[in-house]
């Protein structure tokens, strides 16, 4: 799952009544979910083959359950990283990280419920089992499938979010039908790995604060966790959605901004304190994971801050000007 697409609006929101929301329905192709995963239907019952909605949740800890209906598949896409437990009859499904550009299915006419344990955002569609051969629908293969960072699908996030109101119903359309297609192609997971107890788990990320600025091995976490490496690994990448090496780097580029944004050293400086060997290896690695160099990123942080300390400039009221006019 990439590290963080950018979670810009991507809905019509104008103030309105309740005869303007009539007028603007047709408009609004990605819809703003006031319900997890539930979208309003048209008047007349009707729906379109694909439809795609947005969930946000700024809350740090909230939980939902529904519904798929009887003739859609639902695909989640998550826009930013989640902790999520996704369960069905006291089962669960998934408990972990979801890093933004995670993908995960439901088919027709299955309850899900779900335990947020962060602010989340999700970009969701909804297609008709219509659109899948009819294979996929008899076997009931893409039931409950959880795909970490799925590059194809994160990258049709992005494109419909980078949209936003520039996107029409054509272009959502073709979206939906493409990632559709890619879901029935996927070579699907034969072997169902456990995530890594938490207890391990909790190790590891201690141990990784405790020494990220130093070089750390696989086997090393591993040694950690009670593990063999190929255990590791992979129970590693259910919990958190990354591989070890992966989370290492995230945990370094994210003390880095902590630093740029609070300090003066100079770029080499920070590398080097926070386990990277080169200034030029810092600057790629996050650059990839953040979208920016570590350069512009601080300048750009320092632009927020400044807007934020900067105090509201109030007007003078008719009553002063006229009492400085007057003493003039």
Request: proline share 5%.
């Amino acid at each position: 799952m990439s590290n963080n697409l950018q979670a810009a609006d991507a809905w019509i929101d104008l103030p309105a009544g309740a005869r303007d929301r009539e007028v603007l329905r047709p408009t609004q192709v990605i819809a703003r979910e006031s319900r997890w995963r539930q979208i309003d239907r048209a008047p007349d019952g009707a729906t379109e083959d694909v439809t795609i909605s947005r969930w946000e949740d700024s809350r740090s800890s909230s939980s939902h359950e529904t519904t798929t209906p009887d003739d859609r598949y639902f695909i989640g896409i998550a826009l930013k990283t989640a902790r999520a437990k996704l369960t069905r009859d006291r089962q669960i499904i998934f408990d972990g990280t979801m890093p933004a550009g995670t993908l995960y299915v439901t088919a027709p006419s299955k309850s899900l419920g779900v335990q947020f344990q962060s602010p989340c955002a999700f970009l969701h569609v909804h297609i008709s089992a219509d659109r899948l051969p009819a294979h996929v629908v008899a076997t009931d293969g893409l039931n409950d499938l959880v795909l970490l960072r799925d590059p194809l699908a994160a990258e049709l996030a992005k494109a419909l979010i980078e949209q936003s109101d520039a996107a029409d119903r054509r272009f959502t359309q073709c979206i939906g039908q493409t990632l559709a297609m890619h879901l029935t192609r996927m070579e699907l997971p034969r072997v169902r790995v456990n995530a890594l107890p938490k207890w391990r788990l909790r190790r590891v990320e201690q141990y990784v604060a405790d020494h990220f600025h130093r070089c750390i091995s696989l086997s090393e976490l591993a040694n950690v966790a009670g593990l063999s490496r190929m255990h590791f690994a992979a129970q590693f990448r259910i919990a958190t959605g990354y591989r070890p090496r992966e989370y290492l780097l995230n945990y370094r580029t994210e003390q880095a901004k902590m630093l740029l944004a609070t300090t003066e050293r100079p770029l080499a400086e920070i590398a080097l304190a926070v386990g990277f060997s080169t200034q030029a290896h810092f600057s790629t690695v996050f650059k990839r994971i953040s979208g920016e160099s570590p350069a512009r990123w601080r300048l750009a942080s320092r632009d927020e801050r400044l807007e934020v300390e900067a105090p509201p400039r109030r007007r003078p009221s008719p009553e002063v000007g006229w009492i400085a006019s007057a003493a003039a």
